[in-house]
């Protein structure tokens, strides 16, 4: 069901946030998502502001029965909608960093990037992805992966509770002693459980380390050998290892481009003078065809190119 324009405005009228229409100036950067090909065009997006906002829109969509979807940082493709409503998470970007607790309460609509960043300046870290503006909505709930997995696990092993507004409007706390079942279920679960407004997460001692993205030529002995070096290497390092034919990347050989490559990326989060050797491991697996692994702080393997993804 399509909810009807005057049904929109009154839900407008009700919330802190605002809802953007097919008219609305911003409309179609509001509908666009991180992968192309999608022309999806909602009745409307719900920026919302707060839990109070989402259980509105929930409500909201209930009463009409209008479909609904929820974006954080619009990576999947899973938020797009036709003629539905979007809950939209990305003004949520309150970040509550506790340093002496190695806590963060961190609003759903912030980036990977974004909360590592913030976290960086004070020398922790909450693992997420290989990618900056992953949004931590999506990747929290679906467990996430990357370059702290080794020694720190998934993202979801430092949840630490979240704020939920479930599907019959209700807002809850939930932690390992409050609604523990709802707390095991979204922990993987991805957004089938309700809608996640706030994450408490616990950070780790992450200042500084060795990493970056190393390419070698992908040889039958280069990707059996990596694997075994990646099985056999220190927990401190975790490696993302794509085997893919090589992008026309600037730092690539051009004789190289459209070959098998190894495209790894790769985090030691240690000290970077117990890292270099190794990553030198890797490195005598084959002539590197780029190597740009170094010593830095973890929030460097995020570059500033916000949306640079070697894959994506
Ligand atoms: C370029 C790229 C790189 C990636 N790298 C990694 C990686 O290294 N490791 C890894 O683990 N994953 C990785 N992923 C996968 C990524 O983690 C998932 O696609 C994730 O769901 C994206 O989250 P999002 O918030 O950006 O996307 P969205 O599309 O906004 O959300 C994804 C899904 O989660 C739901 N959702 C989001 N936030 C909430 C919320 N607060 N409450 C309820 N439901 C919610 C949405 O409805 C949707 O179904 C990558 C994806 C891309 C495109």
Not at 21 to 41: K, L, Q, V
Not at 270 to 281: E, F, K, L, S, Y
Not at 285 to 302: F, G, I, K, Q, S
Request: glycine letters at 12%.
């Amino acid at each position: 069901m399509t909810p009807q324009s005057h049904e929109l405005a009154q839900l407008n009228a009700q919330l802190t946030g605002r809802v953007i229409g097919p008219d609305g100036a911003d409309y179609d950067e509001a509908r666009t998502i991180f992968p192309g090909g999608f022309d999806s065009r909602p009745a409307a997006i719900a920026r919302v502001a707060d839990a109070a906002d989402v259980a509105f829109v929930i409500a909201e969509a209930r009463a009409t029965g209008a479909e609904l979807k929820v974006r954080a940082g619009g990576h999947s493709i899973h938020s797009v909608t036709q003629g539905g409503i979007v809950v939209d998470l990305r003004d949520l970007r309150e970040l509550e960093i506790d340093p002496k607790e190695r806590t963060a309460w961190a609003g759903t609509g912030l980036t990977a990037g974004e909360y590592t960043a913030a976290a960086g300046e004070h020398g922790l870290a909450t693992g997420f992805g290989d990618t900056a503006s992953v949004g931590i909505g999506g990747i929290t709930l679906g467990g996430g992966i990357g370059y702290l997995v080794r020694k720190h696990g998934l993202t979801i092993d430092d949840l630490l509770a979240a704020e939920i507004a479930t599907a019959d409007g209700e807002v809850l706390m939930v932690d390992a002693e409050s609604n523990p079942d709802l707390f095991w279920a979204i922990r993987g679960g991805g957004g089938n459980f309700g809608i996640a407004t706030r994450f408490k997460f616990r950070l780790q001692d992450v200042a500084t380390g060795v990493g970056g993205i190393l390419v070698l030529p992908a040889t039958p002995d280069a990707i059996a050998n990596f694997l075994s070096e990646a099985d056999a290497a220190p927990e401190e390092l975790s490696t993302i290892c794509n085997v893919m034919t090589a992008p026309p990347m600037p730092f690539l050989p051009e004789e190289y481009h459209g070959r098998p490559v190894i495209l790894a990326m790769m985090f030691y989060a240690g000290d970077p003078d117990a890292g270099t050797p190794v990553v030198d491991r890797f490195r005598k697996l084959a002539t590197p065809l780029a190597d740009m692994v170094r010593p830095m702080t973890y929030p460097e393997m995020y570059p500033p190119e916000e949306d640079f993804h070697p894959i994506g």
